[in-house]
């Protein structure tokens, strides 16, 4: 994991937030290879959930939206941690992680009813991780919605929430979407966007932070008469999962499916699937998969009083649509991507590469442009004139400075699948060598060809 | 502008954020054509300006900072607006948007000196606007940066904020840019991301919320030994955001230039100029250019206490760049375009049809797919299969219900430039009918060609 940190931050991928001012809070920030990584991770996934289907449409909601809307969800009641503080090191810790989920679920009934709660803590819970002693306050529960106040008054009324999440945006333009896009069911609304969670304790790098970007899916499908009609569905979202996945170039034996057990579901869902990544800290959720029934559009209608039913053009009959949500966290699609990615390869003098073996199709720079040696006029101006043709349909990373052998590791540690190096047989002849960024094999291509060639690379995953 | 603001909602361009719950504060969210639009607008200015330029890298840096950020920018400080309230209907008001501001300015002067203050105010402010009576209170400095706790507790210890403004977060990366990036003078950091005012009189619609999405470059250039040298690269940008302007399709003659005057210029500018669109509430802010000298870097070093400071490598000169600062709101610029773009047109008929003459590139759908009857099975077959074969290069709205002229008057509404008709000569002969948008004028197309003559009018503009 070290090496893949330390990678991110000298090749542009990710820094620390406020890194001049000591950093910040576990917040990152991505780079120049960092963010073009993300803006093909999110064009990609826009492109084919959104735009080439039918079934599909884009919105994107305020992060700051009304209070009503977390009371609501639940959230204002119900989104918090179990905090614990240990007493001697002053140290916060989540109380479900101290112990297993289901350990502490039992903890915390029995907690209830139990008189002396201070006793049973001791017993029950590990010693502080931090400081090994054992000494903690009871668990509270801490909120995990950051609070802002809206307007010059700071005070109950002018309180305002940081979205946890972007679901509750689609659910609340239920109406308006059906209204403005005259769509019938089954169909989805689509949304990419920032959410913050106040997280007692962050960690594990970018996997989780306290400012995060989501890719999130509300599929609404009809009143499903039994359980076949909505495990349909859900079946459905789950291979198309699996095949964004396979897109990514992200390895499957790297993924595995967790059905969550019923007594583990969130209240409002009826199943839900982690598809978790092999990260180098522990099997953790990469994405979810939640079938979430009614529960939304019922509850935003017993609280905002507003008809949040479909009404079928059809039959004429009003029902509540139920929903299938696949959500992808972008963070943790940049985490998988640069662990499955991340490779250490022995080379026949001894020496080792590192090299990231991204899919072409969203590696950040696809060609790096090198001339041979920078103190040639000629090479150096052919160089740039082939950057200047290719640099509109590809994007290029134009690298002059130290030996061929050094700039070709530079671009194997930032994912380019090609690097074109312009020599002096270029003069004479007009063709560049293609290097290829897994085989380290070298071909001679004419220039006329580039543009063709290139994408023929960059296509073939 | 209420036309506007109702077609916006009606067709999914803009929704009032979390309406059921009777919105809220003055946001606004994005509905289906509304992201579209602004995924176009985002995606054509980074290919622009980022990807398709050797001199420009693309950052994104998270929302909340480090507090020591925005006290070494000053905003802790200074970010703050005069705070007016009404003693009779208690409305808040902007000092300086009672007066002009450069009335406002001298005001503030005289009150420093001032012994009677509330006589100083009375005398010198015109009526509330909201019920024109005059009992103000005197003014006080609103900070506008948005207020929020990191972590379990609430103190001045976990104050943090929600940046103001995009630019900071590209000038506490400089060095990490530099040192990934190997990039050298002059070159930009882009960067496009939410940034949050709260403001004491949001108005205007989208075009002044609290809510808002930024798109910036900060441009660094050697230390300028004279004003030509500055005054250069600040007149290249000038010149790249008119064509920038063009690229949109916004009309010249609705923007005009506002060279700030001296007085009036921000502390850290040596030249600001405004480009203003006439909204239908005035001449206002679109775009902004500034010549921000070696303010920030200075400033930055000088908190921080870390070097910021770039090394010619050549002469091996240490010295803080200078910055020329392009910024572009994504809101305005939505604005700016659906008021830019927005026609009634009288009809022969003496029918009125409301069209958004929108530039095809930008366009939220390219291509509405029409099938002439929808109770025609193989009318409505072919008009999906053209729809599939279409769909994976234009953005498609299929449209079945309603007259055609019902529909071409929708689709005019949403600014689609091409309505493709699918009617039983399509059944004969393998043609379809392409309808121009702003000519109205329609024409025979063989399905075969119809990719090519697609492109053909998308590109044209």
């Given at each position: 994991?070290?090496?893949i940190?330390?990678?991110?931050?000298?090749?542009?991928?990710?820094?620390?937030?406020?890194?001049?001012?000591?950093?910040?809070?576990?917040?990152?920030?991505?780079?120049?290879?960092?963010?073009?990584?993300?803006?093909?991770?999110?064009?990609?996934?826009?492109?084919?959930?959104?735009?080439?289907?039918?079934?599909?449409?884009?919105?994107?909601?305020?992060?700051i939206?009304?209070?009503?809307?977390?009371?609501?969800?639940?959230?204002?009641?119900g989104?918090?941690?179990?905090?614990?503080?240990?007493?001697?090191?002053?140290?916060?810790?989540?109380?479900?992680?101290?112990?297993?989920?289901?350990?502490?679920?039992?903890?915390?009934?029995?907690?209830?009813?139990?008189?002396?709660?201070?006793?049973?803590?001791?017993?029950?819970?590990?010693?502080?991780?931090?400081?090994?002693?054992?000494?903690?306050?009871?668990?509270?529960?801490?909120n995990?919605m950051?609070?802002?106040?809206?307007?010059?008054?700071?005070?109950?009324?002018?309180?305002?929430?940081?979205?946890?999440?972007?679901?509750?945006?689609?659910?609340?333009?239920?109406?308006?979407?059906?209204?403005?896009?005259?769509?019938?069911?089954?169909?989805?609304?689509?949304?990419?966007?920032?959410?913050?969670?106040?997280?007692?304790?962050?960690?594990?790098?970018?996997?989780?932070?306290?400012?995060?970007?989501?890719?999130?899916?509300?599929?609404?499908?009809?009143?499903p008469?039994?359980?076949?009609?909505?495990?349909?569905?859900?079946?459905?979202?789950?291979?198309?999962?699996?095949?964004?996945?396979?897109?990514?170039?992200?390895?499957?034996?790297?993924v595995?499916?967790?059905?969550?057990?019923?007594?583990?579901?969130?209240?409002?869902?009826?199943?839900?699937?982690?598809?978790?990544?092999?990260?180098?800290?522990?099997?953790?959720?990469?994405?979810?998969?939640?079938?979430?029934?009614?529960?939304?559009l019922?509850?935003?209608?017993?609280?905002?009083?507003?008809?949040?039913?479909?009404?079928?053009?059809?039959?004429?009959?009003e029902?509540?649509?139920?929903v299938?949500?696949?959500?992808?966290?972008?963070?943790?699609?940049?985490?998988?991507?640069?662990?499955?990615?991340?490779?250490?390869?022995?080379?026949?003098?001894?020496?080792?590469?590192?090299?990231?073996?991204?899919?072409?199709?969203i590696?950040?720079?696809?060609?790096?442009?090198?001339?041979?040696?920078?103190?040639?006029?000629?090479?150096?101006?052919?160089?740039?004139?082939?950057?200047?043709a290719?640099?509109?349909?590809?994007?290029?990373?134009?690298?002059?400075?130290?030996?061929?052998?050094?700039?070709?590791?530079?671009?194997?540690?930032?994912?380019?699948?090609?690097?074109l190096?312009?020599?002096f047989?270029?003069l004479?002849?007009?063709?560049?060598?293609?290097?290829?960024?897994?085989?380290?094999?070298?071909?001679?291509?004419?220039?006329?060809?580039?543009?063709e060639?290139?994408?023929?690379?960059?296509?073939?995953?």
């Amino acid at each position: 994991m070290q090496k893949i940190i330390s990678l991110a931050k000298r090749r542009g991928f990710i820094f620390p937030s406020s890194e001049i001012y000591g950093g910040f809070s576990s917040c990152y920030d991505f780079g120049p290879l960092g963010i073009e990584l993300v803006e093909n991770i999110k064009r990609s996934w826009w492109n084919r959930f959104v735009r080439s289907r039918p079934d599909m449409v884009g919105i994107s909601t305020t992060i700051i939206m009304s209070p009503k809307v977390w009371q609501a969800s639940g959230h204002v009641s119900g989104f918090s941690d179990p905090l614990i503080e240990c007493k001697e090191c002053h140290a916060r810790h989540r109380g479900d992680n101290l112990l297993s989920e289901s350990q502490w679920k039992k903890l915390e009934k029995k907690l209830e009813k139990a008189k002396d709660k201070e006793k049973l803590i001791a017993l029950s819970l590990p010693s502080c991780p931090d400081c090994k002693k054992k000494n903690y306050t009871l668990p509270r529960n801490f909120n995990l919605m950051f609070k802002t106040f809206v307007g010059p008054v700071e005070d109950e009324t002018s309180t305002a929430y940081l979205r946890p999440e972007t679901a509750q945006g689609m659910f609340v333009n239920f109406n308006n979407i059906i209204s403005s896009s005259r769509k019938t069911l089954p169909f989805g609304i689509a949304q990419i966007g920032k959410a913050f969670r106040n997280e007692i304790t962050p960690k594990n790098y970018i996997f989780r932070t306290r400012e995060f970007e989501q890719m999130e899916i509300e599929y609404f499908i009809p009143e499903p008469k039994n359980e076949k009609e909505w495990q349909k569905t859900f079946d459905y979202w789950r291979k198309e999962m699996w095949q964004w996945i396979d897109f990514l170039g992200i390895k499957r034996k790297n993924v595995k499916e967790n059905d969550i057990p019923k007594e583990e579901l969130a209240h409002y869902s009826k199943r839900t699937i982690d598809f978790e990544y092999k990260f180098p800290f522990g099997t953790k959720e990469l994405y979810g998969l939640a079938y979430r029934t009614d529960f939304d559009l019922k509850n935003h209608e017993k609280m905002s009083k507003e008809n949040m039913k479909y009404r079928d053009p059809k039959t004429g009959k009003e029902y509540w649509p139920h929903v299938i949500e696949p959500t992808f966290g972008v963070e943790r699609t940049v985490l998988a991507l640069l662990v499955d990615a991340f490779d250490e390869e022995k080379m026949e003098d001894g020496t080792t590469r590192t090299v990231l073996r991204f899919s072409p199709a969203i590696a950040p720079i696809k060609v790096a442009i090198l001339p041979l040696l920078q103190n040639k006029p000629e090479i150096v101006k052919k160089a740039k004139e082939i950057e200047k043709a290719i640099l509109p349909f590809f994007s290029c990373d134009y690298d002059q400075s130290g030996s061929i052998g050094k700039r070709y590791r530079r671009q194997d540690e930032a994912g380019t699948p090609i690097c074109l190096t312009v020599d002096f047989e270029t003069l004479k002849d007009n063709t560049v060598t293609l290097r290829d960024r897994d085989t380290m094999h070298q071909r001679r291509v004419d220039i006329g060809s580039l543009k063709e060639e290139i994408t023929k690379i960059i296509n073939k995953d």
